[in-house]
């Protein structure tokens, strides 16, 4: 089976989507948050919210982000977020049974 057109090798289509409804669901009252969205400058992604991002990520695309990963850039918005996740996270490891 070949990935969708656009996507790349491994990647989740709807990861963005998940992504942007994520912080839709924190996001102040009225305020629309999109792919671009500015989450650091404008306050949405906050160190409480890099928690719960972090689960995320790790429940929805199986990734686990190391320390190195935890940059400015990165985080900027829901679009960079998912680029990392993409190609610079590694699998999260699965507990045996």
Excluded: C
């Excluded at 409480?48 to 995320?56: M, S």
């Amino acid at each position: 089976m070949t990935p969708p057109e656009g996507s790349s090798k491994g990647r989740r289509p709807d990861l963005l989507k998940t992504l942007v409804a994520f912080f839709q669901d924190g996001a102040r009252d009225g305020l629309k948050v999109g792919p671009d969205t500015p989450l650091l400058e404008w306050g949405i992604l906050d160190s409480v919210r890099v928690i719960e991002l972090a689960g995320l990520l790790r429940a929805e695309a199986g990734y686990h982000l190391d320390a190195a990963s935890l940059k400015k850039e990165n985080f900027k918005d829901a679009r960079a977020i998912a680029r990392l996740v993409e190609s610079g996270g590694r699998p999260a490891r699965r507990k045996e049974a």
